[in-house]
């Protein structure tokens, strides 16, 4: 017997192959931790600015639209969202009956926005 044939193990080439598909894996993998990673900030970002705008119609729907200026801009969490009302449009054959009241919520930076569109039934007061 030769003494080639009687050694056992990994070649020089197998080990390569081998890490070269580790790496590939590791990548994929990290990839997918980023990209799961922004996910669930984004998902975060998104919650914060719909309970902003909620809170917002919550108030608006508490005290009237007539104690917010329709299109100023104010502050939400710590100046990390902007939002403001629109000017309320009356939707009914009935002056001033039902009103279509919306909050837009913009990211500070700019970057995305959303908005809440709710309907009021408008009282006498």
Not at 19 to 24: L, R
Not at 33 to 45: D, Y
Not at 103 to 111: I, L, P, Q, T
Request: hydrophobic content about 45%; aromatic content about 6%.
């Amino acid at each position: 017997m030769s003494p080639l044939k009687d050694m056992h193990g990994f070649t020089l080439m197998e080990l390569l192959i081998t890490m070269v598909i580790m790496a590939m894996a590791l990548l994929a993998l990290s990839a997918l931790i980023n990209s799961s990673l922004q996910s669930t900030i984004a998902a975060q970002r998104m919650t914060e600015a719909i309970t902003c705008a909620e809170k917002q119609m919550e108030i608006i729907r508490a005290d009237g639209y007539d104690t917010i200026a329709p299109g100023e801009r104010y502050n939400c969490f710590n100046d990390s969202y902007i939002w403001w009302m629109e000017t309320p449009k009356s939707i009914s054959p009935v002056e001033d009956l039902l009103e279509e009241v919306a909050v837009r919520v913009e990211w500070a930076d700019g970057s995305s926005e959303l908005e809440l569109r709710t309907m009021l039934i408008m009282t006498g007061n």
